[in-house]
């Protein structure tokens, strides 16, 4: 107990290590902290933990062995989702779900998750397949996602309308196949209560402004007229 944050590459290439005790006072994972912990097989994310090094930076790339990841409730950005295996981010800045790491034969990512962050899938040897509910073809997945997993024997499955143009886009990442969802029910979805909120509160802020603003503008007009009105009558 006491530890807030947990360096930069503190537990980097430690191949042996299978399971980590954050305390409930750690509130950020930095640059790279697991890197390569390739036999870690089971997470706990503390409910005050709001930062864990993503995209190039990732803390958790390579832990190709994970098998379970849990998030204590009431943490505002991590979560896990039902029939999604991996922990997902909220990302207040660009208003959308992240996967920041996967784990298992099988992922499925819900219509919210488009977004992988880097690395999130790397290092997986039994990566099968990946059943996505996207909606539409604005994925910006690249070959960082899935670097060091082994996409030959990885299928992509996605919605039928974006099948096309799915595997147009991703023709270089190199999955055995890009094929239809045979089952389109969707898994369970997220709860969208943060995504108003941060829609909502700063139009609601904007709008404030504005009306401060409009008064502010009139009290001064209206202050104006009444020295142009004494002025004259002196």
Not at 142 to 150: C, Q
């Amino acid at each position: 107990e006491g530890l807030e944050v947990i360096g930069y590459q503190s537990f980097m290439g430690c191949t042996s290590l299978k399971t980590v005790n954050f305390p409930s006072t750690l509130k950020e994972i930095d640059v790279q902290a697991f890197w390569e912990c390739r036999s870690l097989t089971s997470l706990y994310i503390p409910a005050g933990l709001t930062s864990i090094a993503q995209n190039a930076s990732a803390a958790f790339a390579y832990c190709g062995s994970l098998t379970s990841i849990e998030v204590e409730e009431g943490n505002p950005y991590y979560m896990t989702v039902e029939d999604c295996t991996g922990l997902v981010y909220y990302n207040p800045k660009a208003i959308q779900y992240e996967l920041v790491r996967g784990y298992g034969s099988s992922i499925t990512l819900p219509e919210q998750v488009y977004a992988l962050q880097g690395y999130s899938l790397s290092g997986m040897p039994d990566l099968q397949d990946i059943y996505c509910y996207v909606t539409h073809d604005n994925v910006g997945w690249n070959a960082s996602n899935f670097d060091g997993t082994d996409l030959t024997n990885t299928v992509l499955h996605v919605r039928g309308e974006l099948l096309n143009s799915l595997k147009e886009k991703f023709a270089d990442i190199g999955f055995k196949d890009i094929v239809a969802l045979s089952d389109l029910s969707q898994p369970v979805e997220i709860d969208d209560i943060c995504y108003l909120l941060d829609i909502t509160f700063p139009w609601l802020v904007i709008y404030l402004i504005g009306v401060v603003l409009i008064i502010l503008s009139s009290w001064i007009a209206k202050l104006w007229a009444g020295r142009k009105r004494r002025a004259k009558a002196k």
